[in-house]
């Protein structure tokens, strides 16, 4: 089975079980990635920040495409409503999502930012089913409540002022939009597909505003290799392979399963902080993390709900014809 086939209809229920196996271990290994991305991000403190970004989604957009090939994943043409969709989900859950960060981190401290952006698993509970015509689940809901409970744990509370806690409420919106918008695009576009247009997309709505705001100021220089092995992790690592993970995990999972998952990120951020000797483990770290822990399997034991996974809407996705744009 190929990564592109995982973003189908989810298999018959005598073997329901694996491919909830198979989204949760995917999706939990797409977020710990990101969790250590802060880890690589650390390095590139005196690189102009639009052109770091550029760089980035660029060389993911090519690892992606690199491993389409290799896997022989073929790359279906958008429709026009999709390729809106993919333009949005690239504006909103990459592009707008980091300059939303950088900007709340000037007037917040960075636990604000966690905090806010760590409630994405509450609010993609409740709006997930909403916008799917679904019942919500409250179970699901709860086990939310508690995985962003122990991820507000893990990472403190912090201080900031109103600035910094709007544009942190921006990012979690930005969050939210990476899951919830790549919902109707997985069944007939797939997760590699999907993740090597939205890098592509971004490429080029980053590299627009580092061209108007970095050139003129001749900010933009070449990274030094240090700052280039940072972004090369952060492109082959976090853009390209959590990317890919957390869309697999989706497809199998459903938009509230999977973004209960985020909760690991600040756990792998605070365990990854030792061994590069950026922190340490406290009390508060480890009861936090065992919080997430819970909410985890609570939320992953409870009955999937009907259609909540991608792949399960895959036959209501209506067929592309070309009055559609395909």
């Known amino acids: 089975m190929t990564l592109r086939e995982s973003a ?11 491919p909830r196996a198979l989204g949760a271990l995917c999706a939990g290994l797409g977020t710990a990635l990101v969790g250590t991305s802060f880890v690589a991000t650390s390095l590139l403190t ?67 930012l966690g905090v806010v952006v760590g409630a994405t698993p509450l609010l993609v509970a409740i709006a997930g089913p909403l916008l799917g015509g679904r019942r919500v689940s409250w179970r699901l809901t709860g086990s939310s409540a508690l995985v962003v409970a122990g991820a507000a744990l893990v990472l403190g509370y912090g201080r900031g002022d109103l600035t910094g806690f709007a544009f942190s409420l921006l990012a979690l919106l930005g969050e939210v939009s990476f899951t919830l918008l790549a919902v109707p695009l997985l069944p007939r576009l797939g997760a590699i597909p999907v993740a090597t247009y939205v890098c592509g997309l971004a490429t080029l709505e980053m590299g627009a505003l580092a061209a108007a705001v970095e050139l003129p100021g001749g900010q933009m220089r070449w990274p030094h290799p240090g700052e280039l092995a940072a972004l090369g992790y952060l492109a082959a690592a976090v853009t390209a392979g959590a990317f890919i993970l957390y869309y697999v995990g989706l497809s199998r999972l459903g938009p509230e399963a999977t973004s209960l998952f985020a909760g690991l990120i600040p756990v792998a951020a605070a365990f990854a902080a030792p061994v590069v000797g950026s922190g340490t483990l406290g009390a508060a770290q480890l009861a936090g993390s065992a919080l997430v822990g819970v909410g985890l399997s609570a939320g992953l034991s409870a009955p999937a709900p009907t259609g909540a996974a991608v792949g399960e809407a895959a036959s209501k996705v209506p067929v592309p014809t070309a009055d559609d744009g395909s």
Do not use: D, I
């Open 8 to 18: 189908g209809p989810a298999a018959p229920a005598k073997g329901a079980a694996r």
């Open 46 to 112: 005196h690189y102009p920040f639009l052109s770091g970004q550029t760089v980035r989604f660029a060389l993911g957009g090519l690892c992606l495409l690199l491993l389409a090939a290799l896997a022989r994943t073929p790359l279906p043409r958008p429709t026009r409503r999709e390729w809106g969709l993919l333009a949005l989900l690239a504006g909103t859950g990459l592009v707008g999502f980091n300059l939303a960060c950088l900007r709340a981190l000037r007037s917040a401290e960075p636990a604000v």
